[in-house]
Nanobody
Framework: QLQLVESGGGLVQPGGSLRLSCAAS????????IGWFRQAPGKEREGISC????????NYADSVKGRFTISRDNAKNTVYLQMNSLKPEDTAVYYC??????????????WGQGTPVTVSS
């Protein structure tokens, strides 16, 4: 069974940092691009970052560019999202998703269950 499990969410003060993890089981991440998304209460899901396989190229939404960093550790079958300088507007449930190819093109076929992030003082 193909599965993604996110972890690392929680409550953090504005300006703080969190690192989210997305661990895969049932498949090898080496061959697939992985994306991170978030959904805030009452808002649509937003794609925030993606990392491809071959050249490890990455992309970011303007809302997180310069503050968030996506990375992958294929040996651990895990993708990370380092989030710095967090703002209250970053509060959301964060999800990772597997692309159906090695490049980021927006076709996701496996989703995690999400991990909540709350940024508040």
């Amino acid at each position: 069974q193909l599965q993604l499990v996110e972890s690392g969410g929680g409550l953090v003060q504005p300006g703080g940092s969190l690192r989210l993890s997305c661990a895969a089981s049932g498949f090898t991440m080496d061959y697939y691009a992985i994306g991170w998304f978030r959904q805030a209460p009452g808002k649509e899901r937003e794609g925030i970052s993606c990392i491809s396989v071959s050249d490890r190229s990455t992309n970011y939404a303007d809302s997180v560019k310069g503050r968030f960093t996506i990375s992958r550790d294929n040996a651990k079958n895990t993708v990370y999202l380092q989030m710095n300088s967090l703002k209250p507007e970053d509060t959301a449930v964060y999800y990772c998703a597997k692309e159906d190819s090695a490049v980021c093109r927006g076709w996701h076929d496996v989703w995690g269950q999400g991990t909540p992030v709350t940024v508040s003082s």
